[in-house]
């Protein structure tokens, strides 16, 4: 598993290119000649930027659901919905679809945040919404996410 650091301020063109920071590729390494998958965050208004090994991973637990349950199939489809494999050009920029610019309400400034083992992009301006600390109490939440980690894992 990769684990990125960094959030940036970025620009996507008119045509709906973002070029990477280098320090991200950087962090990636090998792992950019193998591609992505770009796909729509599960529970916020951003993008998700998977590395293909990360993205592997992913599919191996969502390939064992059972079909025959409706509400696994209706997971995949969501889940699946406007995913796209991209690849990183020679520029370091990343082609994002137009579906995916509209869900993402992505216009020109954009926020690229490392998510440990996945990159998000955000509109900077919903970026600043997300991690506005009047939103949240991030102390309470650190606390009840993280203060039950028990020495082998999280209880």
């Given amino acids: 598993m990769t684990n990125l650091i960094g959030t940036y301020e970025c620009k996507v063109d008119a045509k709906g290119r973002l070029a990477l920071p280098i320090s991200l590729r950087k962090q990636l390494g ?47 489809r969501r889940f699946s919905a406007g ?8 520029n370091g920029r990343v082609q994002i679809a137009k579906d995916l610019v509209s869900f993402a309400n992505i216009d020109k400034e954009v926020v690229v945040s490392s998510a440990i083992n996945i990159i998000e992009i955000w509109d900077k301006e919903l970026y600043e919404k997300a991690v506005n600390p009047e939103e949240v109490d991030f102390a309470a939440l650190a606390e009840d996410v993280m203060g039950n980690i028990e020495d082998n894992g999280i209880s």
């Fill in 83 to 90: 995913v796209k494999p991209v690849e990183i050009d020679g």
């Fill in 30 to 76: 090998d792992s950019m000649s193998d591609g992505f998958v770009l796909k729509r965050s599960v529970f916020q208004p951003c993008l998700e930027l998977y590395p293909m090994a990360e993205w592997n991973a992913v599919m191996q637990d969502v390939g064992k659901l059972n079909r025959f349950i409706q509400k696994n199939n209706e997971f995949i």
